[in-house]
């Protein structure tokens, strides 16, 4: 049940105030950085995006920020990080592994990959990606109709993604969150649910923020049987200098939850994405602003292009009294096998002769081009779009490729430390929260590195059941450790990547002590074999790896036999000698 809360307008209007000034900052930030504007070329809205200066200009759209978007996202995260748990101490060794295999167990079980991404692109075109933590208590019936996301389960851990336009912040905080005294999330439910509901008090003299029609909708005409909807704007607030949390609404006096800071982790329960830094501002450009004019310029000079081919079909020119009106409307409509008469000795229409385009335009084209290149540090050629190289060999491409790698090496570096600072949230509410018995999958060689957590002191038995085990929060209390994410975990790994992987080490087998015909080095045939897809080939390796063996088990046991052989004559020379010595 939420905390009793005292009405306090003044207060209440206080908080409301600097809720208005900071949204007013962040829509400052919006028109200065494009923010909607990114999101609207993304969906292809050019027309709602053009600047005024291209407002007489009949656009040909070019995509660029969805192709920019789709590139960037697949380079950056492409898998689940791997979250290494280091102790500190020998003390932490068997509880930092079972919180190593339970937050990487948790990542998958929240389906996190679908959340960082959906938070990246947040990144990408608006400048901040939002991700939400924090524990669900009991959802009774009303409840569940508050918290309606599949990602929020009742009494379970939660991670999801947070529009950056459900959030205000601190309008003083410089660096993200890190300094930010209070974080606000606009959360908007119908009134009717949170009325209802046992999770907030003080509903009762509540009005609508807003209401939906579907009487005056034009996407519903023939829905008339549906009700309005009336809606209520609250604002979660996290007020770090006081440590609460609490709710209020937007027409409201009154608090309609107050309790005091619910968790046990470091800072507020949201972790915030950003690739781009800006000293001194609260809020950062988004990846996209830095290379829009360019975009802009190149669109307009690709418009003004089409525009100059139309004009010869378009524009032409004809003596007056040449043709009467139906034989001109013959000649606009072009219909195939139509005759067309105008009068003798005058002259039929003809097309107006206008100059060539400039072919400067094309230079300029292909140099702005290379300039938004330059600046986004994404080639056509990572984007599967053919590319203009000085000659046709594959080395250029593969120069542009693995410099577009380098780039990208910063922003890599950024999502596996967001990746971290979400684990360590993750790892903060199991420890507060996680009553009932957890069940992690594991391997038996990673069982036995956390054997002696795993017994039961009253029993003696294992929890390890040959498939995985059970822990409670109680096997991970007290753990000192330190986060990692294994560089380069998240990056896409194609069968490609993998073959020459796979190839570069058996190169280099005889260097790292991996012998010609050994386990490892067969290992790694079998896998590369398994790449090429060739089944009968991976049959037949499969054979001769086992006839192999099978000489070798034939080999051992012939030595074996050998020795025996001659211990035994050994032993009968040595009994022959005893009794030549006795019979002295």
């Known amino acids: 049940m939420p905390k009793k809360s005292n009405i306090a307008p003044a207060e209440i209007q206080k908080w409301m105030g600097m809720i208005k000034q900071a949204e007013t900052i962040r829509s400052e930030a919006d028109n200065k950085y494009g923010y909607t504007r990114a999101i609207q070329m993304y969906q292809n809205d050019f027309a709602s995006a053009m600047p005024s200066f291209m407002t007489d200009v009949d656009i040909v759209p070019i995509n660029e920020v969805y192709a920019f978007t789709?590139?960037?996202?697949?380079?950056?995260?492409?898998?689940?990080?791997?979250?290494?748990?280091?102790?500190?101490?020998?003390?932490?060794?068997?509880?930092?592994?079972?919180?190593?295999?339970?937050?990487?167990?948790?990542?998958?079980?929240?389906?996190?990959?679908?959340?960082?991404?959906?938070?990246?692109?947040?990144?990408?075109?608006?400048g901040d990606g939002w991700i939400k933590t924090g524990y669900t208590a009991d959802i009774g019936k009303?409840?569940?109709?508050?918290?309606?996301?599949?990602?929020?389960?009742?009494?379970?851990?939660?991670?999801?993604?947070?529009?950056?336009?459900?959030?205000v912040k601190d309008p003083d905080a410089i660096n993200g969150i890190h300094d930010a005294r209070w974080v606000a999330q606009n959360i908007i439910k119908p009134l009717d649910?949170?009325?209802?509901?046992?999770?907030?008090?003080?509903?009762?003299?509540?009005?609508?923020?807003?209401?939906?029609?579907?009487?005056?909708?034009?996407?519903?005409?023939?829905?008339?049987?549906?009700?309005?909807?009336e809606y209520i704007s609250l604002w979660e607030v996290w007020d770090i200098d006081n440590q609460e949390q609490f709710t209020i609404a937007d027409n409201g006096n009154n608090y309609l939850t107050k309790k005091d800071w619910p968790y046990d982790m470091e800072g507020y329960p949201y972790c915030i994405l950003r690739f781009n830094d800006n000293p001194d501002e609260p809020y950062v450009p988004n990846l996209i602003a830095s290379w829009e004019p360019q975009l802009w310029e190149k669109i307009k000079i690709r418009s003004m292009q089409l525009d100059h081919i139309k004009r010869f079909g378009r524009q032409l020119a004809a003596e007056k009294g040449s043709m009467d009106r139906a034989e001109m409307d013959k000649f606009i409509k072009g219909k195939t096998g139509s005759i067309i008469q105008y009068k003798a000795k005058m002259a039929p229409p003809s097309p107006i002769q206008y100059p060539p385009v400039q072919s400067d335009m094309y230079a300029v084209e292909n140099r702005i081009d290379l300039d938004k290149d330059n600046v986004s540090g994404q080639p056509n050629a990572v984007r599967s779009a053919p590319q203009r190289t000085q000659?046709?060999?594959?080395?250029?491409?593969?120069?542009?490729?693995?410099?577009?790698?380098?780039?990208?090496?910063?922003?890599?570096?950024?999502?596996?430390?967001?990746?971290?600072?979400?684990?360590?949230?993750?790892?903060?509410?199991?420890?507060?929260?996680?009553?009932?018995?957890?069940?992690?999958?594991?391997?038996?060689?990673?069982?036995?590195?956390?054997?002696?957590?795993?017994?039961?002191?009253?029993?003696?038995?294992?929890?390890?059941?040959?498939?995985?085990?059970?822990?409670?929060?109680?096997?991970?209390?007290?753990?000192e450790f330190e986060i990692d994410v294994r560089a380069g975990s998240t990056l896409p790994l194609d069968k490609q990547s993998r073959m020459d992987s796979v190839v570069s080490l058996l190169k280099l087998g005889p260097t790292l002590g991996i012998q010609p015909g050994g386990r490892v080095s067969r290992t790694l045939g079998k896998s590369l074999l398994a790449d090429f897809e060739m089944k009968e080939v991976e049959n037949a390796f499969d054979q001769e790896m086992k006839e192999l063996e099978d000489q070798k088990i034939l080999m051992r046991a012939q030595q074996q036999m050998n020795l025996d052989a001659m211990g035994q004559e050994a032993q009968e020379i040595r009994g022959q000698i005893e009794s030549f010595k006795a019979g002295q």
């Open 70 to 126: 789709k590139a960037f996202i697949p380079s950056v995260y492409s898998r689940d990080p791997f979250i290494a748990v280091n102790p500190k101490g020998s003390d932490s060794i068997a509880s930092a592994k079972i919180i190593e295999l339970a937050v990487n167990a948790y990542w998958r079980d929240l389906r996190l990959k679908r959340e960082i991404k959906r938070a990246i692109m947040d990144s990408i075109l608006c």
């Open 142 to 167: 009303d409840e569940s109709q508050v918290e309606n996301s599949e990602f929020i389960k009742s009494e379970e851990i939660f991670a999801t993604r947070i529009s950056w336009k459900s959030m």
């Open 193 to 229: 649910i949170v009325r209802k509901s046992s999770l907030y008090e003080n509903t009762k003299d509540l009005t609508p923020s807003m209401i939906t029609s579907y009487k005056t909708d034009p996407r519903y005409p023939s829905m008339a049987y549906r009700r309005d909807e």
């Open 391 to 479: 000659s046709r060999t594959l080395g250029e491409i593969d120069r542009l490729i693995t410099a577009f790698q380098a780039r990208q090496s910063e922003p890599q570096a950024v999502i596996e430390d967001f990746s971290g600072e979400v684990a360590y949230k993750l790892i903060a509410l199991m420890k507060q929260f996680l009553t009932m018995p957890k069940f992690v999958r594991a391997t038996r060689k990673q069982a036995g590195e956390i054997q002696a957590a795993l017994v039961d002191p009253n029993t003696g038995e294992s929890r390890f059941d040959g498939t995985g085990f059970s822990f409670t929060k109680e096997d991970i209390q007290g753990a």
